[in-house]
Each structure stands twice: as C-alpha cells, then as structure tokens.
C-alpha cells in the first residue's frame, strides 16, 4: 500500500485551513480602512467647502485695513505676514495634537483656533489698536494651516494609486467657499453697517462663522479617525517595525536633518516652500497695487476670487495628471506655471485685466506644485512618520510664504511690481535644481 499524497488538495467537503491571526488582522484592518475611506473624504471635503470661505473672505480686505491702522501703504502686507507666521507656529502643534490624539482633534482645534483670531482682529480693526488687529490674524492663520493639513488627512487611507486623487478632492473642497469668500466684500459692509462695524471689518465676521462651522463639522462627524486607521493598518501588516518607528519622538531638527537625507522628500518639501512662497509674495500686494492704480474693489474682489479659483478649482485634474504622470512631472509644470505667472501680472503695468490674467496663472501654478509635491512626501514616508513631517513641511511652507509677504510691502514701495514678480519667479529655482538631484538619485 502506498502512503497518501501529503500534497493532494483538500476534498470539496474539507474545511479550508484558517489564516494566520496577524494575516487575518491585517486584512481586516485594510478593508476597515478602505470602507471609511469615502465618508473620511466626504467629511474633510465638506469642511474645507465652509472653512474656505473663512480663509478667502478676508484676503481682500485685510491688506486695506492695516494699510488704514498704520497709515502707510509699507506695512499692508504686515496683515498677510501674521497670518503665514501663525499658520507656520501653529503648523508643527496642529500636527503634534495629531499625532496624539488624531485628526479630528487637530483638525477641530485649528478651526476653532481661526474663528478666536477672527474675533480678535475684528476688535483690534474696531478699536483701531494695530497690535491686537495683529495678535487676530496670527492666530487667524490657524485657518490656512488647518485647511492645508487637510490635505494630509486625504492621504491616511489612500493607496499609491488614488492619492494624488484623494489629496485633490479635498484641496478642490476649498473651491466653492474660496471663491464665494472675497466677494462678499460688499455684503460684508452691508452686514457690518447693521452691526456698527467698520466697513472692512464685515468679511472678518464671515470668516469667523465659517471657521468656527468647519470646526464643528469636523469634531462632529470625521468618525472613524483617518489616522488611527491608517496606524492600525501599518501596526497589523508589520507591528514590530511600525511599533519601533511609533515608539520615536523626532525633535524639528532630526526631522529635518531626515528629509534632506531623503531626495525625494526634499525635492517635495522644497516645491511646496518655493510654489507657496512665490504665490503669497505676488498675491499679497495685488489688491494694494491694482488700488493704487484706480481698481475698484469689486474688481480686486473679483481678480483674488479667479486667484484662488485656479489655486483649488482644477486641483482634481491636477491629482489625475499627478497619479498618471508622475509626480515630478507634475511639480515641474507648476514651476514653468509660475515663472508664466510672472512675465504676464509682472508687465501688466496697470491693466487689470492682464493682471488678473496673471493672478489665475499663479493660483494654477500653486495646484500644480502643492498637490503633486504633498503627494510625493506622502508617498515617501510610513503612517507612522507622516505626521510629524508634513506639520514640518507646512511649517517651512508658511514661514517661507511669511517672508515673502513681509518682503513684498518694501519691494512694492521701492522697485514696483514687476520687480516684485521678478523676485517670484527667482524662488522656483531650487525646486528645478532639486529635481534634477532627485533624478540622478533615482
């Protein structure tokens, strides 16, 4: 008699042997992940519809009210330095309270965090103290910093495949509200009549609902948290080694010294610096230039709102070319979109329509660059190091975006607009030089 076949497949009526416990969890962590995901999106995106409208509403006024409280056209873009200061403080908190207690509790907190900035620069404005006008729009920054980790939140639960994607629908959130936001400058000072407000304080008071409705949509609704199941996921398919890379506490400077060792994280960190830095720089004196040469404000108004419409209403085309293309490609459009930018609002003198021409390109140029490099430091690094890395990129991203609007007064007042798109266009070349790096580093 023979031995049997150790080999021989199972009879039909044989129970199939189980999985592993650790296979089985993490299949089950996956699919948890992959079932949240759309109500994840749905949520960030329906924040980011209200809480643009709080960013976008007071960025055509907030320029005029400090050039008011000063009395010099020199400190207008002081207004725009607080807020990209506040947002780079706050970005690498936001992002610790992240890390600790996840995305909602980060998320919620820098909302609410705007809307007691919006409050406080509505007193400053009506009591006519610069300094506490100041104080309002750092924190008021927390508004563009929560906005921006948004995205980062949309990159917890994709796959390589889907992450340019996801990050750009919720960016393109932010359309309907940045859009609707600096044109309700008029409504604004019909509201603030009925309130007894200064004229330019009544967008601030839109911002102030808007952040505080974000905030509750937020604390209320993203549930289950993105990030713990993103962690739970990476815990399940590898736990020692993403329990040892939990177990790190990174100070700014080991982040640091990490991504430049990487290339590729450093080329992604880089564009987003450079492509923010370059946007708020040209952005931040417009509505002061496009005034000085006899721009009604419906006119600013309508120039920032096709801004920032080319900043998020094609961001899902931009995730698609940035999933299908590559990322690199992508980031290097947007650096050839911006130098564009540049020639265009740069030798427009005072013609408004050209100007405004040259602002859309801008925004456009800022999608490009923003959407494909935040995919490329996502895809960079594990759950578990995301956190930490991204807060430190937008802390870069806002403090370099703080330099240029605290540069762009002076060079306004002493070279002139072109000049001070010139310098704009100067900062997109590390970004190429980078590039060029992280290819031949492969």
Known sequence: MTAPDETAAPSPGASAAPAPPAASAGQEAVRTAARARPRVLAVLTAAQVVGGVG??????????????LTGSQGWSGMATTMVTVGAAALALPLAGAAVRRGRRFGLGLGWFLAALGGLAAIAGTQAALFPVFLLGMALFGAGSATGLQSRHSATDLATDRTRGRDLSLVVWGTTIGSVAGPNLTGPGAALAGVLGLDPLAGPLVFSTASFAAAGTVVVLLLRPDPLALARA??????PEEARERGRERRPLAASLRAIASE???????????????AMVTVMTMTPVHMESGGAALNVVGLTISLHIAGMFAFSPLVGWLSDRLGRVPVLLAGQGLLLVAAVLAGTAGHSDAQVTVGLAVLGLGWSFGLVSASALLAESLPPERRPQAQGTADLLMHAFGAAGAALSGALLVVFGFGPLNA????????????????????
């Open 233 to 238: 996921a990476a815990v399940s398919a590898a």
């Open 423 to 442: 310098f704009a266009a100067v900062l997109t070349l590390p970004v190429l030089l980078l590039a060029v790096r992280a290819r031949r580093a492969g």
């Open 263 to 277: 290339p590729r994280a450093l080329l992604a960190i880089t564009g987003m610096a450079a492509s923010h830095a």
């Open 55 to 68: 960013v976008a509403a007071a960025a055509s006024v907030i320029g005029l009210i400090a050039r008011d």
